[in-house]
């Protein structure tokens, strides 16, 4: 029995994504944040020549022994990902031939501490959110009421102002019903489901109403386990999702859907402090062919009142993101592949095993 640590405990804890590379220049071992980084799990990765699985800077060349650095360079994994990193190669002194290459994703983990940052805002204007919601709504069944009492005693002209007034006061009330959805911090209970029986009953609500301008395509991975999730809420995740798409699309255009799920080795999160890393296997992707958010905004997705629409009001996506952290899973945005598609990727919860 180990009293301590040892150099396998740390390479499994680090954040850094390390790969051993033997002389051939084939990945001989990975840790987790590999896993991660890489979006690919050990079994696929190992064996695998480096070049065939990640494109390499400008500079390096696989068949050189000897160190190499390059920073803030651009990188594409063999599925389509590209990010930001630092590559620098090491040799192993006592085993000629062989290299460690570590990668520090350095993009990945600002947005993944962006992320976790965004948790705190949120959860301020979730309070600005509800003390407006209060002390908005709750004159305004007063004021339509007095609208609709002077609407049976006016004439025709004065009969227009009332419903004008009576239709800007439902209209707010929409409004605050959004907010209240928002600001909503009832206990949601996950519980184990199989996602793809919740994702069929999704494509039949959106095909039943806002569908029609959508043409969506499954990719299935048909061996995932149950998920752990909250069944409402996650149907309420991905109708936002796909009426974003939707409304991206022109008048008489398609926009083509993917909706994707896979399982994924190595994806964690720190939960509070002192606590077990939480394992996030089981990746749910919603990916379209429209134009994306603009770059500018592309880190602020998730925050509260950020819209790339003209009438939006910023709140669905904050919703998602409140929804899914509920749930112990996260919600990112990107833009991936050749060609550039919108992805949204969940990575939730795998429901755990009942004892026997």
Not at 36 to 50: D, F, K
Not at 69 to 98: C, H, K, Q
């Amino acid at each position: 029995m180990k009293t301590k640590p040892d150099a396998s405990d740390v390479l499994v804890a680090l954040q850094t994504a390390v790969l051993i590379i033997d002389p051939e220049g084939r990945i001989a071992d990975v840790n987790a944040a590999g896993e991660a980084v890489l979006n690919i799990s050990a079994t696929h990765l190992i064996g695998h020549e480096l070049t065939e699985i990640l494109s390499v800077p400008p500079g390096f060349d696989a068949a050189t022994i000897g160190p190499f650095a390059a920073y803030e360079v651009n990188l594409t994994t063999m599925r389509g990902t590209s990010f930001r990193a630092d590559f620098v190669v090491t040799p192993f002194a006592d085993w000629p031939g062989w290299r460690l290459v570590a990668i520090h994703a350095a993009a990945a983990a600002y947005r993944m501490g962006h992320r976790l940052e965004r948790a705190g805002g949120t959860r301020s204007a979730i309070g600005v959110a509800a003390m407006l919601a209060h002390e908005i709504k709750n004159p305004l069944s007063g004021i339509r009421g007095a609208a609709q009492l002077l609407e049976s005693r006016a004439s025709e002209d004065d009969s227009r102002m009332t419903r004008l007034i009576r239709t800007e006061v439902d209209r707010i009330a929409g409004l605050l019903d959004q907010m209240e959805g928002f600001t909503d911090t009832r206990p949601r209970t996950p519980a184990p489901d199989n996602i793809h029986e919740i994702i069929d009953h999704v494509r039949q609500v959106a095909q039943s109403g806002f569908g029609s301008a959508l043409r969506i395509v499954d990719s299935y991975d048909p061996s995932l386990p149950p998920v752990l999730v909250h069944r409402d809420s996650l149907v309420q995740i991905l109708l936002n999702l796909l009426k974003n798409a939707a409304e991206t699309a022109a008048e008489g255009e398609t926009r083509t859907v993917r909706i994707k799920t896979a399982y994924r080795q190595g994806v964690s999160l720190a939960a509070d402090a002192g606590k077990r890393r939480r394992s996030l296997p089981i990746e749910l992707c919603v990916m379209d062919d429209g134009p994306g958010a603009p770059p500018e905004l592309a880190d602020d997705m998730f925050d509260p009142f950020v819209s790339t629409k003209k009438s939006g009001r910023g709140l669905g996506l904050a919703i998602a993101d409140k929804l899914v952290r509920d749930m112990g899973g996260i919600i990112q945005y990107a833009r991936e592949g050749d060609p550039e598609m919108t992805v949204f990727r969940l990575l939730l919860q795998r429901a755990e095993r009942e004892k026997a």
